[in-house]
């Protein structure tokens, strides 16, 4: 079954309010009707802005893991904690349901946030038909799991006001949460810069090829 797109159509949709108006393509820079915002078919350059983000939160994932998250000042002395050492010492402690969120929260989602936003950058950069409507529901869960993205920074500041509540001792931020809460607002920004799009494009050229038949004739 043969479908046109609104771009082929020649309509394009409003980024910021969901307007439909129809798209002058000789005219370089085009406004919605509505909101006044700026129009494009796609995003651009999404791709390397994706790319470029991604590989900033990539190169600073390793120092919000590796440096003190926390810095504890008290009588018996100082001790400097990281997300691990502090996922450790709850499970040692037998507060393991902390254990588990901290882990979750603050090592499981940023990662995977960064391994699904890399390969829909990559199979979108390639231009693959693999799994459209399977990319396109990572890419949902990527953004659903953006709105509550923050919710790992908060985690870090639970578990410093935790830690706080239970010790004698004066606790500060390490410059692991400076990395940490970075590496959360460039994922977020990455996920906002990929226009999901770029995934049907391929499809949709594939389908409106024409249909290439045999030139062999049968012999008789």
């Not at 691990?84 to 995977?112: C, E, K, Q, R």
């Not at 390969?119 to 990527?142: C, Y």
Request: hydrophobic content about 50%.
């Amino acid at each position: 079954m043969k479908y046109q797109t609104a771009a082929d159509a020649g309509y394009v949709s409003c980024h910021a309010c969901g307007h439909v108006q129809p798209h002058v393509r000789a005219l370089r820079h085009v406004r919605c009707a509505r909101c006044g915002s700026p129009v494009h078919e796609r995003h651009p350059d999404s791709i390397m802005r994706t790319w470029a983000l991604l590989i900033a939160a990539a190169l600073l994932y390793i120092p919000a893991n590796l440096l003190p998250v926390m810095h504890t000042a008290s009588l018996v002395g100082d001790e400097d904690d990281t997300i691990m050492s502090g996922v450790v010492y709850f499970w040692t402690s037998g507060d393991w349901p902390l254990a588990v969120i901290v882990f979750i929260a603050s090592i499981l989602v940023p990662m995977l946030k960064l391994s699904v936003l890399a390969l829909l950058a990559f199979t979108s950069q390639r231009g693959s038909t693999w799994r459209p409507v399977e990319r396109t529901k990572l890419f949902r869960l990527v953004e659903f799991i953006g709105r509550w993205s923050m919710l790992d920074v908060f985690v870090v500041t639970l578990t410093v006001a935790l830690v706080r509540f239970q010790s004698l001792a004066v606790i500060t931020a390490g410059p692991g949460a400076i990395a940490f809460g970075s590496v959360v607002i460039l994922t977020m920004i990455a996920s906002m810069q990929f226009d999901p799009r770029l995934i049907w494009d391929p499809v949709d050229e594939d389908k409106h090829k024409p249909a290439q038949h045999s030139q062999d004739q049968p012999h008789e």
